[in-house]
């Protein structure tokens, strides 16, 4: 469980979050959504302990992040950044095995090999498993390191990644349509309905609302909504976040999904402050 109370974080006098409170505590894919500038990154920086919060704290299981050894905190949380390290001399599988590193003394078993090739399987990727990482193109070298937090949070001697939490920091970048919606659906069929919770900042409001369970809305540092997806992707709401006019289009029996265009709608007359439904 992830329990953070009253935190803030500051860079000099610019206030980045501003006193924000959250529980995770179920199974779930929680999105992070908001313009630029909102926060979301540092939000996440702050709950897998990354950063020391300004003010407030942020607990984990109960204990407090800072307390908690780096081999320890491996175990039940990884984090995908948004820009990664090139690894120049280390194959797709050897950037794999990276992920199971805190699961073995000195080299991998055989059920981290097995591991391995099921995701290299899963991705498509296993014909190029011996392939030099830093040959791959940016989408795949994203897909790569994804996959690599997954194997991270992986106990072969349980399917069940209760209390565990994987971040997604823009998750999506350098990818096609069809590899967001194949990467977002991984992260679902691996964590969440494994029992562990998934965090991550998106910018695509289409996609948080065809993946997520909850959201958490963000502007200049503050939460202006944590609710289920249905209530915090409220167009009104949206189009006072993003300053757009943002509709939610419903056609018939297809899926929903959402538009934007520069226009904003008389209709979002009040400031944004008046907005802020964090509960």
């Known amino acids: ?47 897998s302990g990354f950063y020391k919060p300004a003010t407030g704290s942020v607990l984990i299981n109960g204990k407090g992040t800072h307390l908690w050894s780096v081999s320890e905190f491996a175990g039940f949380r990884a984090y995908l950044q948004q820009q990664q390290s090139v690894f120049e001399s280390f194959t797709v599988e050897d950037v794999l ?8 003394a000195s080299k991998p078993a055989a059920t981290d090999q097995t591991l391995v090739e099921q995701m290299l399987m899963q991705l498509g990727l296993y014909e190029r498993r011996n392939q030099a990482f830093n040959h791959l193109s940016g989408g795949e070298q994203q897909r790569i390191q994804f996959a690599r937090t997954l194997l991270q949070l992986k106990d072969p001697a349980t ?10 920091d823009e998750p999506l970048n350098n990818l096609d349509l069809y590899y967001q919606y194949n ?18 900042v998106l910018h695509d409001i289409n996609m948080a609302y065809r993946f997520a369970d909850r959201v958490i809305v963000l502007s ?29 289009q419903e056609p018939g029996n297809q899926p ?24």
């Open 183 to 200: 990467l977002l659906q991984l992260a679902r069929t691996n964590v969440v309905e494994q029992q562990g919770t998934v965090i991550a």
């Open 220 to 248: 200049n540092g503050n939460t202006i909504c944590d609710a289920p997806v249905e209530e915090a992707l409220d167009p009104e709401l949206l189009s006072a976040v993003y300053r757009m006019n943002i509709q939610k």
């Open 159 to 168: 399917e069940s990644l209760a209390g565990k939490t994987l971040f997604l």
């Open 97 to 104: 095995m990276m992920g199971r590193t805190i699961h073995f």
């Open 1 to 47: 469980m992830i329990l953070a109370e009253n935190i803030s974080f500051r860079v000099g006098k610019i206030s980045l979050l501003n006193r924000a409170s959250f529980r995770f505590d179920k199974p779930e894919f929680v999105a992070v959504i908001g313009p630029n500038g909102a926060g979301k990154s540092t939000l996440l920086q702050l709950l």
């Open 256 to 279: 929903a999904y959402f538009t934007a265009s520069n226009s904003l709608p008389e209709s979002v007359a009040e400031p944004l402050n008046t907005l802020r439904l964090q509960h």
